[in-house]
């Protein structure tokens, strides 16, 4: 199983001259090649395309430039193109689990800048990494790498911070787990709630994200190209990077420990796009990241041979009581405990319905599936409604 490990590291002026003369190269490349592409009916093969691009522009006036950088990167990227293309034709087939892959897309001058290093390119000795007609290097460890890496990727985010990024072979580790399952219910107050009935609460954004968008209303109004428009552009960069980083570390510390302790994972499938629709939810949902939570959850099962389940998002998890199994029907998110007149138990909504999850998750309660039609029609109770939840026939 391959893994990333990722450090931050600080070039000298020099090095940072030669890294953006590089980043421009590997960008030149992509651009060329994915323009033949497009143009192409039948995509040319990765020798071919290297020929073009990188062998014969070198030839030329307006490409001879590409003669100064290492040529290991300007191969890379043809070849990281032609992997970004099959990535897309499998999405398209459905050959490809997860999200949608779109087809690729021309690199800019702003933004993100990387290139990648094969062996043959970069070397590793002791604390410092040699690149190809860039030099050595320190990356700051905080962890060593676990094997001898493949590929090592260099990164200069938007926010100008530079990153090594290296690509490892790791083998699964045994640990083994505490408990059998887990259901987990991901909502917006608390992050997550378990179904062993621990709860995590996620960091607080809204402050940073606040002063993001007063940031992205100053830029808007400033002058195109303009210095002042870069310095404010930077400033964005940088506090979207802050929050980006505390939510990650965040869903990693919470991710390990529920994939390290459980056997089994069930998370609920989330209808996102449909969510993100209602716009007084969207910017708090992305906010949250439970897309990178499920993909890190999903991960570290792998790496820990566990057992990742995601249930239909249709699931009426929240609509019928985990102990006796009774439905008392759809209730008013502003509920937030259900007492069952079946069994007298007293939930609190995102326990009963984390356990829920879990439950259908492992197959211990198949007669809650529903079609989705059922489910949208429901009419929704309000909490002073009793008698909805006594007239339902019981079980
Ligand atoms: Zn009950």
Known sequence: MKARYQYRFYPTDQQQQLLAQLFGCVRVVWNDALAICKQSE?????????????TQAKKTLER?????VSNIPLQQSVADLGVAYKNFFDSLKGKRKGKK????????????????????????????????KIGNVKPLKSRQLPSAPSSVTVIKDTAH?????????????RIDAKNQSIGIDLGIKTFAVMSNGEKAISPDYLKKDRKIRKLQRKLARQQKGSKRREVTRIRV??????????????????????????????????????????RKLARVISLQGWREFRVFCEAKSEKLSRDFRVINRWEPTSQT???????????????RSVLCLNCNTEHDRDENASRNIEMVGMGHRHDLKR?????????????????????????
């Not at 009581?321 to 509920?335: A, E, F, H, N, P």
């Open 42 to 54: 039948k995509l040319p093969s990765n020798s071919d395309l290297q020929k073009l691009v990188i």
């Open 64 to 68: 001879s430039w590409l003669s100064d």
């Open 101 to 132: 892959v779109s087809s690729p897309k021309f690199k800019k001058k702003t933004g993100r800048q990387s290139a990648r290093f094969r062996i043959g390119g970069f070397s590793i000795k002791g604390d410092e990494v040699y690149l190809a």
């Open 161 to 173: 911070r530079y990153f090594l990024s290296f690509v490892v072979e790791v083998e699964s580790i």
């Open 237 to 278: 960069a940088k506090r979207h990077n802050q929050i980006a980083d505390t939510r990650k570390d965040f869903l990693h510390k919470l991710s390990t420990k529920v994939v390290i302790e459980n056997q089994a994972i069930v998370l609920e499938d989330l209808n996102m796009s449909g969510m993100v629709k209602n």
């Open 321 to 335: 009581c985990s102990c006796c199994g009774y439905r008392w029907g759809k209730i008013d998110l502003s509920v």
């Open 371 to 395: 079609a989705g039609s059922d489910c949208q029609t429901t009419p929704v109770a309000s909490c002073c409604e009793p008698s909805r939840i006594t007239d339902v026939e019981r079980r």
